[in-house]
């Protein structure tokens, strides 16, 4: 198991990805392990309504909701580093993305749709997936979605399992990227051997 990090996180970790992909679980998880804040950017914008997320929908429509969205996180991304849990449309913003490029480090939680299906049919409070078949909704929002979550810095895989193991390979792979980032010249440097 990975407790922490070779070297200090020096941006916001956020995790973006599908309802069920784990982002929630696993963030409060790497939280802990690096000693640092957990975030859920849902909470937060619910804070901020005054309600809850499906009542947002319901009241003003999905585009007010994903303005908000847009402005809590950008709020967010201003903070001390900490780990910023983010809802499943999120990333899709062409603003939230360039905000958490700027500022975070993003690792998309990849899981398949089996698992997707099982996690989210325990929980009803999710707006996106009522009004038809759950998994067709979701198969539908992966077809979509995948193409700009895959834009995120890393991908993990989330498997089913226990959670320890996906926390497991998300620090790993920040580890080695932080490792690879590193051992890069800076931008203008002369490598090594090519000086005069």
Known sequence: MITTLHRPLPRTLVLVGLMGAGKTAVGKRAAARLGLDFVDADHEIETAAG????DIFERYGEPAF????????????????????????????????????????????????????????????RPLLRGGDPKELLAQLMERRHPVYALADLTVESR???????????????DAHLAATAAEPAPGSTPLGQMD
């Open 51 to 54: 309600c809850t997320i499906p």
């Open 66 to 125: 994903r303005d908000l969205e847009r402005r809590v996180i950008a709020r967010l991304m201003h903070d001390p580093v900490q780990v910023l849990s983010t809802g499943g449309g999120a990333f899709m913003d062409p603003q939230t993305r360039a905000v958490i490029a700027e500022f975070g480090l993003s690792v998309w939680l990849k899981a398949e749709l089996s698992v997707l299906a099982a996690r989210t049919a325990k929980r009803s409070n």
């Open 160 to 174: 089913d399992g226990p959670v320890e193991e996906t926390v497991d390979r998300v620090l790993a792979a920040i």
